[in-house]
């Protein structure tokens, strides 16, 4: 297998500045699902706590993760001028450094694929990729069902079932960090030490939060991955390759009337090592009508957001820069 592993030392993206003090956090929840008992209530917590947790015993088959990721770096490892045939992400399809067509910059590249555009015809990521979807989409069924049994709402698929219909909308994300020589850093790999050393990191995906259901990511053992906490640090989460962690994203968090947290979060590059990630993101038919959940409204509360389809709510979120808080623009005051 080839690795990517050329450091290269010219970086194109802005140094932008870092406010994160803790190193490695530790307090991720993790979930097993071979316990669903434990693992509703825990779900819940955590979604409500940090919207966001990692879970083990997911069921993925780890060969077909590892013969995906091969693909992706053999795709990555390719030329320039070869990747560049591949068309330009409008907004699918590969990019580079580029993110969304607003102006945002990081020090990445990536593949970009819907269920419509999936290279089918190309050698690459011939079938595995919808093999791949098909299992995560699977697990996020699952864990959206869980989801529903913790929250106590009827029936169990409430949640589940938009993203099992034929018409979800699936988005799914190949992502190469490559390592980034920080000019200002003395080189520790370490980017947490780095970005409380000298405050300065490079940006590989900036802050964000998703604006699908749920977003089930995968990567190597590469750190970068941080998470945005309530108490207004960010955090690094340590990797894990066996893994996969889960994001709350916007629309669960109207659905749940804001008990639920759209995680925001971020990647910063490493100085030496490659990054590879594969995310998911789980989105309702364009036409679903999104708006917070009658049954987990308790008597007299009010809802927070006008009721909206997820076509427009997409829509609007590809006329937004990165980091713009999208959900504030459907809030109801
Ligand atoms: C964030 C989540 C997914 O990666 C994505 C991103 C999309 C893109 O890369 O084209 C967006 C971003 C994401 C939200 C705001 C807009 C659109 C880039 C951007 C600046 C594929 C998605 O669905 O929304």
């Given amino acids: 297998m080839v690795m990517i592993s050329q450091v290269e030392k010219k970086p194109v ?34 979604c409500q706590d940090y919207g966001f947790f990692k879970v083990i015993n997911h069921g993925v088959s780890p060969l077909l993760v590892s013969e995906l990721e091969n693909e992706a ?21 590969y990019g580079r450094n580029k993110i969304g067509t607003n102006g945002d910059v990081g020090w990445i590249e990536y593949l970009l694929l819907t269920s419509t555009n999936f290279p089918t015809n190309s050698k690459i990521f011939s079938s595995l990729t919808n093999e791949y979807v098909k299992e995560v989409r699977k697990l996020g069924c699952t864990i959206l069902e869980l989801m529903a049994e913790g929250l106590k709402i009827e029936p169990k698929n409430v949640l ?3 993203l099992s219909d034929e018409n979800a909308d699936t988005v799914f994300r190949l992502n190469h960090y490559p390592p980034c020589l920080d000019p200002n850093s003395n080189h ?12 300065r990191t490079s940006i590989g995906f900036g802050e964000h939060t998703d604006p699908q259901l749920i977003s089930i990511a995968r990567s190597n053992a590469t750190s ?3 998470i945005y906490l309530e108490d207004g640090t960010w955090v690094g989460v340590p990797p894990d390759e066996t893994s996969y962690f889960i994001n709350v994203d916007d629309l669960l968090e109207v659905m749940t009337n804001g008990r639920f947290r759209s995680v925001r979060h971020r ?10 990630s594969m995310i998911y993101f789980g989105g309702p038919p364009l036409m ?26 997409k829509s609007c979120t590809y006329k937004t820069r990165l980091t713009d808080n999208r959900l504030s623009l459907f809030h109801k005051h």
């Fill in 267 to 276: 990647v910063v590059a490493d100085s030496f090592k490659s990054r590879v």
């Fill in 160 to 162: 589940s079932r938009m």
């Fill in 188 to 199: 520790d790999s370490d980017l947490n030490n780095k970005s409380m050393s000298h405050g």
């Fill in 13 to 46: 993206v802005d140094i932008f500045p870092t406010k994160s003090n803790k190193t490695n956090f530790t307090g991720i929840p993790v979930i097993d699902l071979s316990s669903p008992e434990d693992a509703k209530n825990l779900i819940v917590n955590a």
């Fill in 288 to 313: 679903e009508k999104i708006s917070p959940l009658g049954s987990l409204m308790e008597p007299g509360e009010e809802s927070l957001y006008n009721e909206f389809t997820w076509f427009e709510y």
């Fill in 73 to 93: 770096i053999e795709f990555f490892n390719m030329r320039q001028y070869e990747k560049d045939q591949y068309c330009p992400p409008n907004p699918f399809g």
């Fill in 224 to 226: 970068g991955f941080q």
